[in-house]
Structures are given as C-alpha cells and as structure tokens.
C-alpha cells in the first residue's frame, strides 16, 4: 500500500484532487505512458461530467446512480462523429472507464476517512455493458492468395503517374513505404500478431535482423512479443515474411533511421513526414490504414463479388492465422495459446472459427 503524504488530507472531498493524488502515486511512473495517458483521460471524463451536471465535484456525492448514469451517457453519446456531432461510445470503451473509475475509488476507499465513502466503491456496484459478440472473419484460401498477389505488386501502385513524372525522377510518393507495407501485411497474415504487437516490434527481437542472415535462414524468430495481460512469447515468421521483412530492412529502414532518434522500432514511419514521432515508431492506427488500402486495392482488382473482402482489417489476418494454425496442428491448444498469446478458451474458439466457405462446405452433401 502507498502511504499518502502528509500534506495530503484524507477527509478532503474534492474528486479532483483525489484523481492526481491516485495518478502521482499509483499509475504514473507505474503504468506506461499510453496506458496512463488514457486513465487520466477517462478520469478527467468523470469528473467534468459530474461538475457539469452537480455543479461541484464531491466525492461523497458520487453514488452508483450517477456512475450509471454517466455509462449510460457514455454509451449514447460518449464520442464525437466525424460531423462534430455526439455519437455512441463502443461497449468495450464504455467498460474500460468503468474500469479506471472503479480502481480510483477503491483506491480512495482505502486511503480517505470511512466518512467519505460509507457505502464503498461507488463503481462497483454498477454493471459494465454486455459485449456484443465479436465479429469474425477468416479470409478464405483463394482471397489469401489474392492478397498476396496485390502486395506482392504493391510497389506499382505508389508509383508517381503522368507525364511529369517520367525519367530521372524519384518514382514513388515521398512518404511511400510499398517494401515496408508489405512485410507488415505478410507478418500479420503469417504470425497473427495484433496491430499493437507489430509497432512495438523492435529491430533487436527479431532474430536474425541482418538481411543477408534472414532471407536463406530455415528458422526465424520474433522474441519477447509482449501481449495483452502482460504476456510475454516467441513467435516464428514464415518464409514469405522472412523475405518480406529482408527486402524492407536492406531497402527502406536503413534511410528511415538517419532521420530517427534512437531508431530502435522494427518498422518506422517515412522520414519525410513531418509530425512523426521522434524514435520513428508508427501508431497502431496506421497498421489500419495500410491494411485498409490494400483490402481496397484487392478488390479493386477483382470482379468476383463472392472473393471481395469489404473493408480489410488487421484482426482478419490474425483470424485467418488461427483458423490456418488450428488446422495445421490437429486443433493443438497449447500451440495456439503459445502463438496467439490467449490463455482464453472463448476467444481461441473465437479465433479458430473457419471462414464461411469452408463452413459451408462441411454441410454441402451432407
């Protein structure tokens, strides 16, 4: 337990307060600096919303019939559209402010005067919203197989077009990356890796990280890829990524890193843009972006309605890892709790569904 200083007194009523208290001494320096950006950030949600609404910010006042009021006005109108307009907070947003408020008041519970919280956690009491059932898509054979063709290609679809452009020129946009999107895309379709796994990647997990050594290497490895819950695995990468991932790191990396500090990221943004961070490091939300632009080129390039994946997203590929990876290793649980990083039999059962084709395909003479 923190002990509180003694400048600090424990019958003060003012949320407030208690909130920096409980981020200087229990989450900053504690948690990472995404994860305490995001607690401050929700707690900083409560506490207006309730000055807003009482017109003060006592803690004694906060009851479980105001927290669930506030997940309710969370869950309506919680975020922004992209009109400016309030819009819906997603479910499992919703929960994970719940979350946090519920950790301050019970660290307040156990730090303030009985007085101050008679009836406990406030948040405790409040039920978080039921989950919607995850979607899932595993992508079937054939659209793998188109997919890779699109990124395999992916170089000409950079390619600086007209008249202008012809000759001596550079070839590409400037803040094109094609040898580095495309690893990117073939190690989350080979390794089923998350979004956030993949830009917390750096250079030295990956064993062997010299082009020359990967590309004729039978076994090649990522190590130390921390998960969700603080999991910690190994994790293989294929021949295809292999290659991918070599192609990147002798062509591309080498001109990002000059412009970096402490370049230590596996994949990095392009230099030429501006408001990168200063290590280099790409956001999970660009791993959406080049997942997206290639689902939108794939189906540009196809006529068949019935192989047009719709809006690709990075969990696809993690999907279509699983089912491939459950069916290669007889359905072998330890296996894919090792590769996938989940202990959870939901989710594996989740992960492991097949794709609507070969679904289909169980039943079709039956």
Partial sequence: M??????VDPTGDSLTAWAERYLDLAVRGVRSTEVTDKITRHLER????MTGGLGHDRVSAVTAREVAAWRDYLAAAGNVGRDGKAAPMAAATVNNHLAHLSALFSWIATH???????????????????????????????????????VDRIETFHELKGRRHRGTGPRLHAHARPLRDRA??????????????????????????????LRPAKTARLVGVRGKGRTN????????????????LEAERLGDAAGSTSPTALFLAAASIAARRPDGRMSPRSINTIV??????????????????GRLRPHDA??????????????????????????????LRIYTNPPDEVAAGYVEDM
Avoid: C, M
Wanted: hydrophobic share 40%; glycine share 6%.
């Fill in 2 to 7: 923190v002990s509180l200083p003694d400048t």
């Fill in 46 to 49: 409560f506490t207006a919303w």
């Fill in 112 to 150: 303030a005067s009985a007085e101050l919280l008679r009836h406990g956690d406030p948040a405790k009491k409040v039920a978080p919203l039921r989950l919607p059932a995850p979607e899932v898509r595993a992508l079937a054979a054939a659209q793998v197989r188109t997919v890779k063709n699109v």
């Fill in 184 to 213: 990117i895309v073939y190690l989350l379709f080979g390794t089923g890796l998350r979004r956030a796994e993949v830009v917390a990647l750096d250079l030295e997990q990956l064993q062997p990280a010299d082009p020359e050594q």
């Fill in 233 to 248: 695995r190994t994790v293989f990468v294929g021949r295809d990524a292999r290659l991918a991932l070599a192609d990147y």
């Fill in 292 to 309: 997206e632009q290639i689902g939108r080129l794939h189906d540009a390039q196809i006529s068949d309605p019935g192989r047009k994946l």
């Fill in 318 to 347: 993690r999907h279509t890892f699983a089912f491939e990876l459950s069916q290669r290793s007889g359905h072998n649980r330890a296996e894919l709790e090792r590769r996938l990083g989940h202990a959870n039999d939901r989710y």
